[in-house]
T-cell receptor, first 113, second 114 residues
Framework: GAVVSQHPSRVICKSGTSVKIECRSL??????MFWYRQFPKQSLMLMAT?????????EQGVEKDKFLINHASLTLSTLTVTSAHPEDSSFYIC?????????FGQGTRLTVV | KQEVTQIPAALSVPEGENLVLNCSFT??????LQWFRQDPGKGLTSLLL?????REQTSGRLNASLDKSSGRSTLYIAASQPGDSATYLC?????????????FGTGTRLKVLA
């Protein structure tokens, strides 16, 4: 199957700093990618849809100024958590569709201290 | 608004048992449904995908069924093994045309005892 690579897999950052997470489709092009968040003991929730060459679409309740999404090429979307706080600590995972199905990255565990 | 529920939330069984995980969704207008496996602290592994026009899919010891009209899917695991221990998630693409945006269930934490 197709491969979606996410980097880094784990990151610890200080409160107030920004963190960038990358999502790459390795063997296919994706005009759309999706970002999800999973809090401990909860299920995954869609945060936003990343659109190549245009603005991202955010789900209700997700702050677009805090979670900056850039989809500058057909194989790369980035999620930047700006001015991170401990409550942003979570598991972030991206997906990209091809061939009629969505493929997920390995996820990024973000811990803000 | 589509809601996806999974029962039971947790399950512990001895090795070798056949087991059934349940997933229900409130809106039957779905494009497809996927079952995933998630190991602790890891990403998602797609197990089976069922299109809305299909009734079931099989892969090895896994069989997933879909009853769209009643808003239910089941994942059947035959002859369970300790390596099957993980959290199982079902997710629906809740549109008729397919957007690849998934709504996830709360998961079933499975533990298979040796």
């Amino acid at each position: 199957g197709a491969v979606v690579s996410q980097h880094p897999s784990r990151v610890i950052c200080k409160s107030g700093t920004s963190v960038k997470i990358e999502c790459r489709s390795l063997d296919f092009q994706a005009t759309t990618m999706f970002w999800y968040r999973q809090f401990p003991k909860q299920s995954l929730m869609l945060m936003a849809t990343s659109n190549e060459g245009s603005k991202a679409t955010y789900e209700q309740g997700v702050e677009k100024d805090k979670f900056l999404i850039n989809h500058a090429s057909l194989t790369l979307s980035t999620l930047t958590v700006t001015s991170a706080h401990p409550e942003d600590s979570s598991f972030y995972i991206c997906s990209a569709p091809t061939g009629g199905r969505a493929f997920f990255g390995q996820g990024t565990r973000l811990t803000v201290v | 608004k589509q809601e996806v529920t999974q029962i039971p939330a947790a399950l512990s069984v001895p090795e070798g048992e056949n087991l059934v995980l349940n997933c229900s969704f409130t809106d039957s207008a779905i494009y497809n449904l996927q079952w995933f496996r998630q190991d602790p602290g890891k990403g998602l592994t797609s197990l089976l995908l069922i299109q809305s026009s299909q009734r079931e899919q099989t892969s090895g010891r896994l069989n997933a069924s879909l009853d769209k009209s009643s808003g239910r899917s089941t994942l059947y695991i035959a002859a369970s093994q300790p390596g099957d221990s993980a959290t199982y998630l079902c997710a629906v693409d809740s549109t008729t045309s397919g957007t690849y945006k998934y709504i996830f269930g709360t998961g079933t934490r499975l533990k298979v005892l040796a």
